[in-house]
């Protein structure tokens, strides 16, 4: 069992940085492609960023590129996702996610991540 929990969120005005940390539970952490997606309230979950298992390839919602990037440490267990120029439009709440085991590859849809983490709360003020 993958037990994954964020943290690093915050309030900060537009234009400033964040970093989330997502933590894992289990070793077996290493062998599945991770994720990041938001909500915002009254929204669907959205798709954020993405990699695959070996941190090699990694994709980015379009409106993100170049402000966020998603990065992991396998020795800590522990995968990022550095915000930077956040704009108000970014406030929503974070969640990490992680695909089954052996799931190796990278995918934008939520339906295909096994695990998830709590949540954190990203406020952008303007």
């Known amino acids: 069992q993958v037990q994954l929990e964020e943290s690093g969120g915050g309030l900060v005005q537009a234009g400033g940085s964040l970093r989330l940390s997502c933590a894992g539970s289990e070793r077996t952490f290493s062998r599945n492609a991770m994720g990041w997606f938001r909500q915002a309230p009254g929204k669907d979950r959205e798709f954020v960023a993405a990699?695959?298992?070996?941190?090699?390839?990694?994709k980015y919602i379009e409106s993100e590129k170049g402000r966020f990037t998603i990065s992991r440490d396998n020795v800590k267990n522990t995968v990022y996702l550095q915000m930077d120029s956040l704009k108000p439009e970014d406030t929503a709440v974070y969640y990490c996610?992680?695909?089954?085991?052996?799931?190796?590859?990278?995918?934008?849809?939520?339906?295909?991540?096994?695990?998830w983490g709590q949540g954190t709360q990203v406020t952008v003020s303007s």
């Open positions: 996610a992680a695909r089954a085991v052996g799931a190796v590859f990278a995918s934008i849809h939520p339906a295909e991540y096994y695990y």
């Open positions: 990699f695959d298992w070996n941190g090699r390839y990694g």
